[in-house]
């Protein structure tokens, strides 16, 4: 995992270096050679400055035309996924061929109503083992490593196997949410548009981001909880050339879903009152009871997941058994099949109190645990938005006031952005599924504490965790990166010795020999003319096979060494020298004056760029005495 970060990092830096080379010819009459230096970015010696606080970078136009037709696949998607739901709820519980909403609730079939999730189960246990094994599991997970390993490039079955192992999972009751199989869907559609054209991988990387919002925004209408999403969990980056597309994508869904499944909110509530101190004091207890339910839910999991795993049997059996415990999870309520929208908003009106709610949380926690641990095909953030809103709602019983439907909203804000970490996108999906914008004090305190909660317990969150297990690492801090905010004229090293074109290389072996501290100070040494303009560059490794070559050593080192040189200069950002170092594949440059590119004014070599890295570090970790701590010495 870590080369695949090195070179996602290489290749990020890399693009903001220059591509073309310019030739600077000096003619040295004097001498017996001729040499010239090569200048890596072959741009005008006075060049403007072109710093600018984004990236400039015309592809984002292509790009945002893309998105536009991704935005308009994957409404289209989200509009089949959920009619599909629907299909196979009403053939399997009802007998009947409609995509009109069904119950799962079949009274006439008794105990035998068990046996439609296991056969659900057992359809997608086959699907996974002799079509495809991603389409197993949550949904989310698997479009993280197609973004951080497979180079975005998803496969075209995936993008046919998702939304119907998924659809045929929720549609026998499975006790999951369809945003996980749409983002994976919409994100393989995106990844498949991108194929068809000559794409970067950080290009398809945006359009696989820009389905996944674009088929969430359409299954919730919410296109700012799809881009927040697409922000916090799926991009790794906040730049206008990713950022603009998936904007462009989740809105175009957003605005299609009204003629396809009707406008939002999909869970209208009547508007609570302002918020007061109280309420916000509450919020917080709220919130860190929501996040050590998120503890719980997770570690459950991968409890049960790990339970599976030590099963003597194939894995291709384990959604049959899910099926089987999802199944008498119905028996006992039958609230806990399926996706559950209809229960989320009695939640929210404040509908279901008591002790019911206890029932609720507590069976579909253990169902949707034991299901997602088998491997089922489903999603989390249904479930969670029913279990967080069951607690609130619950709480809400010791809380003054009892506002059932306010703790339930809350609540389900926290549980989601506590066990997704994603709080920002908890807050903004709960205000968007409510259009109830008063609580949002309430929502951003309670999903913060819940999200420091799980951040303090948890190393992982139940997206990640699965990603970790399959031996790969993701860190979800995003902070600028040091090269992009230093220049060269900071770091670079202004003390370099320097030796004549002429001397032979029998003479500078024996001066590196004798441990001149000038000369070995750096790797590599500069080689000047009689004017004392920089014509070349020599290293050990040369002189080295300079002597294998003519054990003498009479060779000059200007013909040792090389007098095609990639330079850098003082204005220069870090990064941008660092990317002529890696493709060019050397180890370090001589940094030169920009209006006189054969005056040598300093060195940069690797170990110098590393000194950029340590200053950051030695801002992180470095406290520094305070003024309460002054006082007190004196």
């Given at each position: ?593 920009r209006q006189d590119p054969r005056h040598l004014v300093g060195y940069l070599g690797r170990a110098t760029i590393l000194n950029a890295r340590l200053h950051r570090l030695e801002e992180e970790e470095v406290r520094e005495s305070g003024w309460l701590r002054n006082y007190r010495g004196k």
């Amino acid at each position: 995992m870590g080369n695949l970060i090195s070179q996602r990092l290489i290749a990020t830096v890399g693009t903001f270096a220059s591509s073309v080379t310019q030739q600077i010819m000096v003619d040295h009459k004097e001498q017996m050679m001729s040499t010239h230096v090569i200048n890596a970015n072959e741009e005008a010696p006075h060049r403007k400055d072109l710093l600018a606080d984004f990236t400039q970078d015309k592809r984002i136009l292509v790009l945002s035309l893309m998105a536009l037709v991704i935005g308009c696949l994957s409404a289209g998607v989200a509009y089949l996924l959920v009619k599909l739901i629907s299909l196979i709820t009403n053939l399997a519980y009802h007998f009947t061929f409609s995509t009109v909403d069904a119950s799962y609730i079949n009274e006439e079939w008794g105990y035998w109503v068990v046996l439609v999730p296991v056969v659900g189960g057992l359809v997608i246990g086959l699907m996974a083992r002799y079509e495809s094994e991603k389409i197993r599991g949550h949904g989310i997970p698997e479009a993280l490593e197609a973004i951080l390993i497979g180079r975005s490039r998803m496969e075209p079955k995936v993008a046919v196997l998702k939304p119907i192992s998924s659809a045929i999972s929720i549609g026998t009751g499975g006790p999951f949410g369809a945003e996980g199989p749409i983002i994976m869907t919409g994100g393989a559609l995106g990844s498949l548009f991108a194929q068809l054209f000559s794409l970067s991988a950080a290009e398809r990387k945006t359009l696989l981001v820009a389905g996944a919002a674009g088929g969430m925004a359409a299954i919730f209408a919410s296109p700012i909880a799809a881009v927040m999403l697409a922000v916090e969990l799926l991009l790794f980056e906040w730049r206008p050339r990713s950022f603009v597309p998936v904007v462009i994508a989740a809105s175009v869904a957003s605005l299609l879903r009204i003629p396809l499944l009707g406008a939002g909110p999909i869970f209208p509530i009547a508007p609570h009152a302002a918020m007061s101190a109280s309420d916000l004091g509450i919020s917080v207890l709220v919130g860190i009871l929501a996040g050590l339910g998120s503890v719980v839910l997770t570690t459950l999991v991968y409890a049960f997941e790990d339970l599976f795993q030590k099963l003597p049997i194939h894995w291709m059996w384990w959604p049959m058994l899910g099926g089987l415990f999802i199944g008498i999870g119905g028996l006992i309520d039958p609230r806990v099949l399926g996706v559950g929208y209809s229960y989320i908003h009695s939640l929210l009106l404040g509908d279901l109190v008591g002790v019911t709610l206890l029932s609720l949380l507590i069976v579909k926690a253990l169902v949707w645990s034991i299901a997602l641990g088998s491997g089922t095909s489903g999603g989390v953030l249904a479930p969670l938005l029913m279990m967080g809103g069951a607690l609130g709602a619950f709480e809400a019983g010791w809380i003054p006031q009892h506002d059932a439907s306010l703790w339930a909203l809350v609540s389900m804000a926290a549980m989601m952005g506590g066990t997704m970490r994603s709080p920002l996108t908890a807050v903004f999906f709960m205000l968007e599924l409510t259009h109830d914008v008063n609580p949002l004090p309430a929502l951003l305190i309670a999903t913060v504490a819940a999200h420091a909660v799980t951040v303090l317990i948890l190393r992982r969150s139940i997206l990640t965790e699965k990603v970790a297990r399959r031996g790969h690492h993701i860190i979800r801090e995003y902070s600028v990166d040091p090269f992009m905010l230093v220049r060269v004229s900071e770091i670079m090293d202004t003390e370099v010795a320097t030796v004549p074109a002429t001397m032979t290389v029998a003479e500078l072996s024996n001066l590196v020999a004798q441990g001149d501290p000038a000369l070995t100070r750096h790797q590599a040494i500069p080689l000047i003319d009689e004017s004392a303009h920089l014509v070349g560059m020599i290293t050990r490794g040369d002189i080295v096979r300079a002597l294998s070559r003519d054990t003498s050593g009479a060779l000059s080192v200007a013909e040792a060494g090389s007098t095609k040189l990639i330079v850098t200069y003082p204005d220069e950002l870090v990064n941008e020298a660092l990317a002529k170092i890696l493709r060019t594949n050397v180890g370090r440059l001589p940094v030169v004056d920009r209006q006189d590119p054969r005056h040598l004014v300093g060195y940069l070599g690797r170990a110098t760029i590393l000194n950029a890295r340590l200053h950051r570090l030695e801002e992180e970790e470095v406290r520094e005495s305070g003024w309460l701590r002054n006082y007190r010495g004196k």
